[in-house]
Every structure is written in C-alpha cells, then in structure tokens.
C-alpha cells in the first residue's frame, strides 16, 4: 500500500465550479501535511499546509482529519489557471522528508 | 536568478552508459534532497543531504546510484550503468533548517533533469 494515496483524476470542471480532491495516508505517526501543486513539465511548488482545525487561503481551504488518515482540499470559483496536479504531501520521519501522493488533475474549462 | 539550478535539463544516453547530474541549492539552505519522478506518479524520495552529511536514503537507491554533497553546497547524481528502468525526472530540493523562519514543509524544486536511457 502506497504511504500517501490519491484519486488520480482527471478532474473536467467549467470555470466557477467548486471541486474537492482527498487524499488518505497511512503512517499515523505523520507530523505535517500540505498540498502543492505542479503545473505540466513544471516543478512542484507548494500551495499550502493544512493545519488540524482547517485552513483557508483564498478560494483554497485545506482540511485534516487524524482520525480518519485523511486530507482534503476545496477549491471554490474555479479559475483556467487553476488547471494543474495538485499532490498530497505529508512529512514523514525525521528529516523534512516529504512523502508525496501520485497527484490529482484538475482540469478546468471555459 | 537565485532559485535551485540543475543541469542538464536533458540527457539521453544508452543503457550501460554512467550518467551524473549536479544540482545547485538555493545559497543559505542547508538541506538539499533528490527525488525522482515518473510520468502519473508524484517525487518519490531518494536521498537527504544535511550540510555535506547524506543522512537518509531510501531503498529506491540501488548501489548503482551514489550521491554527494562534498562541501555542503553543490550537489551530484550519478548512476551507473543505466538501465531503462532509470529514465524519470530527477528533481533536486533544498530548504532551509526548520525553526529559522522557515515553513517545514516548503522544499524549493529545480526544474529538473530529466534522462531518458534507450
């Protein structure tokens, strides 16, 4: 079983739709969790962390249930520019060592 | 441009032949990482250096690769005798410590030097 796991999508939405991607880990040792996003034949970059009581920026609002081994992220009022993967990422061990998921694509159309 | 710079940005070689990447960190990070992507899958971690120290790898690593960082600035990639199994993106991350305003979980990517072993 892979550590961090993902609906690989893709994800077909019209501009202004609201879309959510979940992610589940495995380790529930994990210390930190994050999303970042890569554009096509670009570096990933990071969009945000997710905190435990749930955080937001902007359209994006990331959630985080220990519970469950589960992450999310809402991305509210699609924009074309939003079109990208945006991959689950949790540290794992000591280090800094991010362990990232497969991606999700979200594709988003006039 | 101040960001992390690796090179080449291609390489295409054939399988048996050594191939060596180098990676250039942003100046003040400490920390410096490989990854490794293929085409529908996210990085997958390779190894970790901390200052000149490499502190983790992972089993991924065959004897075939070897990394270092020789005076805790730049970074190399070498593989030896390369298979077709090998051909991904290698991508090189660094960061500062965590604590020194710094968020834990941002690593800063190059651009990648992507092989392609025939």
């Known amino acids: 079983r892979k550590e961090v796991e993902q609906d690989p999508g893709p994800f077909n939405v019209p501009e202004g739709a609201t879309v959510a991607f979940n992610c589940t880990y495995s380790?529930?040792?994990?210390?930190?969790f994050f999303w970042y996003r890569q554009d096509c034949r670009k570096e990933p970059k990071l969009l945000m962390s997710?905190?435990?009581s749930g955080n937001e920026d902007g359209r994006f609002t990331a959630q985080l249930n220990r519970a469950s081994q589960y992450i999310s992220l809402l991305i509210r009022d699609s924009k074309l520019s939003d079109s990208a993967t945006y991959l689950c990422?949790?540290?794992?061990?000591?280090?800094?060592?991010?362990?990232f998921g497969a991606g999700t694509r979200l594709a988003v159309h006039p | 441009d101040t960001g992390v710079s690796q090179n080449p940005r291609h390489k295409i070689t054939k399988r048996g032949q050594n191939v060596t990447f180098r990676c250039d960190p942003i100046?003040?990070?400490?920390?410096l990482y490989w990854y490794r992507q293929t085409l529908g899958q996210g990085p997958e971690f390779l190894t970790y250096?901390?200052?000149?120290?490499?502190?983790?790898k992972s089993r991924l690593l065959s004897d075939r690769f070897s990394a270092e960082r020789p005076k805790g600035s730049f970074s190399t990639l070498e593989i030896q005798r390369t298979e077709q199994g090998d051909s991904a993106m290698y991508l090189c991350?660094?960061?500062?410590?965590?604590?020194?305003?710094?968020?834990?979980?941002?690593?800063?990517f190059g651009e990648g030097s992507r092989l392609t072993v025939l």
């Open positions: 991350a660094s960061s500062l410590p965590s604590g020194r305003y710094a968020n834990t979980g941002e690593l800063f």
């Open positions: 380790n529930s040792a994990s210390q930190s």
């Open positions: 997710v905190y435990s």
């Open positions: 990422v949790v540290l794992s061990g000591g280090y800094n060592k991010l362990i």
């Open positions: 100046s003040e990070h400490n920390r």
């Open positions: 250096f901390q200052n000149e120290a490499q502190l983790e």
